[in-house]
């Protein structure tokens, strides 16, 4: 029996910790699984920047599915969350064309406690998808361009925090995820301010934050076992940021936004 504890304990802390990952997951493609052909992600990722440029959209937040939607926790949709910019992009041959270029925190496949800020595009966004369906939310024009000066500035890089937690605290400082990654960039564009404390005292007094569906002593399990989950910068009932608070946060302060998805044609 006291050999047989630690493997239940071990496979109740990987369960745990499979179940708190789909909040908001942000792997790079790399380290995901192919669930679609490579013409299907390009024939889709070119519908999305078509659906993109048809709104005459420069910044935009961008969602996918990593994980089926089974998989997925109450009150969320899609587990991984990046900006998408309207860019001049150099193609292999040196051509110049416009499109999407999509600004990333995602987590270091060797080391999932820790994450770094990548530039991808559209197709390897897609690429490892559990199921081709994407969520966009478009800001107010000024609020555009707000988020370009604000990307394009060291404040982008100065927002970044590198511990990284797939159910991280959007009200505290310590772990990010994705999700709080873009709610900061964001607000940091609302407020016109790189002052992190600023920008937390803000989320805390307007944003509301989505609940963590799996108990705390589940997730102190889970934290044990698995890097990439950790309850250290929680309060209380654990909380976390996803595309849909983003997205009903913007829909309330800032007029003009539009909330939309995008899934293949038939």
Known sequence: MRNLIPALLLLFA???ASAASGFSSASSQTAEAIHYS???IIKFAKKVEKTLAAKGAYV???ARMGRPRSELPEGMHFTHVAFAVYSEITTRDGRKVPGYAIYNLYQKNDHPETSELVMDFPVDFFAGVAELEAGII???AELQTR???V???PVYAKLHEPHYSVIANPYTLGRQNCTEFVLDVTNAAIYQTSDIKLIKANEKAYFVAQKVNVNRFKLLMGAMFSKEVSTSDQEGAPVT???ETIGAYL???DEGSEMLSVVPEN
């Open 147 to 149: 988020l370009l000066n």
């Open 138 to 140: 478009i800001p107010s």
């Open 241 to 243: 940021a996803t595309f």
């Open 38 to 40: 490579p013409e299907q």
């Open 151 to 153: 990307i394009a500035s």
């Open 60 to 62: 935009a937040i961008l």
């Open 14 to 16: 990987s369960t745990v």
């Open 251 to 253: 829909k309330k302060y």
